[in-house]
C-alpha cells in the first residue's frame, strides 16, 4: 500500500498545481494585508477547480471568502458564463478579495456578499438552485450550512466543506474542541445522508464531498 505524504503530495502539485501571480498573491498578499494564514492548500484548490469544471457548474456559493484564495479557483472552473457568490462576514477580507478576484480575471464572474452566512444564505436560496457549494467559515455553522445546501444545491450538485481532518484530531473520539465536534458530526452526516453520495479528498486537511442524489 502506498502511503500519501509530503513528498507525493509535491509530485502531485508540481504536475498539476500552477499558481500564477494572481493565485500567489491571493495566498501571500492575504497575510501582508494581516488576514489569517488559512487559506485551503494550492492542491485542494486544484481539486475544486477539477470537480466543478468536471460537473459543468454555473452556479456555485462558498461560505468564508477569507482573501479570495479558494474563490480564484473555484471561479476558474467554472462554466462559460457561470457565477460564484461568495459569502464573508469581515469587510476587510471582502475588500481584500475583490482586489484578488479582479486581479485574477475573475472579477466579472465573482460576487462577495458581506455580513453572517447565517443570515445572508436564506437570502441567498432565491438565486438558487445552484451547482455547487463550498463551506469554509465557521465550523459551527457546518450542520447548519450542510442543511441549507440539502435544500439548494439541486439533483446532481456538488457540496463540499473543508478540514474534513481538523489536522487529524476527527480521529480523537473525545474531541479537541467544540469545532472538531463540529467537523466529525458534518463528516458523519455527509457519509450517512442518504441524499448524498460523499467521500472525502484526502489531501491538504481533508474536503469532504457529496454529489446530491438526482
Ligand atoms: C478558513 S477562512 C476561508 C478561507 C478561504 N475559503 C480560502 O481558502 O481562501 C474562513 C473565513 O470565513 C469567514 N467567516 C467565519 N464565520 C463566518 C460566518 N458566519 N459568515 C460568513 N463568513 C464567516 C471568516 O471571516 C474567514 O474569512
Request: aromatic letters at 8%; charged letters at 25%; a neutral charge.
Amino acid at each position: 500500500m502506498t502511503t500519501y505524504n509530503d513528498q507525493l503530495s509535491r509530485y502531485v502539485a508540481d504536475l498539476f498545481v500552477k499558481e500564477d501571480a494572481a493565485l500567489r498573491a491571493a495566498r501571500e498578499d492575504s497575510v501582508k494585508h494581516g488576514l489569517p494564514a488559512i487559506s485551503i492548500q494550492p492542491e485542494e484548490g486544484r481539486f475544486l477547480q477539477f470537480v466543478v469544471r468536471a460537473s459543468g457548474v454555473k452556479k456555485a456559493v462558498e461560505i468564508g471568502t477569507l482573501g479570495g484564495y479558494s474563490g480564484i479557483w473555484i471561479a476558474r472552473g467554472l462554466a462559460p458564463g457561470g457565477k460564484l457568490i461568495t459569502l464573508e462576514q469581515s469587510e476587510k477580507h471582502a475588500a481584500v478579495a475583490r482586489e484578488h478576484f479582479l486581479r485574477a480575471g475573475v472579477g466579472d464572474r465573482v460576487e462577495v456578499r458581506v455580513g453572517d452566512a447565517h443570515q445572508t444564505l436564506p437570502k441567498v436560496a432565491a438565486e438558487g438552485p445552484f451547482d455547487f457549494c463550498f463551506m469554509d467559515a465557521d465550523k459551527s455553522g457546518y450542520d447548519a450550512y450542510l442543511t441549507w445546501a440539502l435544500t439548494n444545491v439541486r439533483p446532481g450538485g456538488l457540496i463540499a466543506a473543508h478540514n474534513a481532518f481538523r489536522g487529524g484530531d476527527v480521529l480523537n473520539k473525545r474531541g479537541r474542541d467544540a469545532d472538531t465536534d463540529a467537523v466529525r458530526a458534518a463528516n458523519e452526516r455527509f457519509a450517512r445522508e442518504p441524499r448524498l453520495l460523499s467521500t472525502i479528498f484526502p489531501a491538504g486537511d481533508g474536503t469532504v464531498i457529496g454529489v446530491v442524489a438526482g
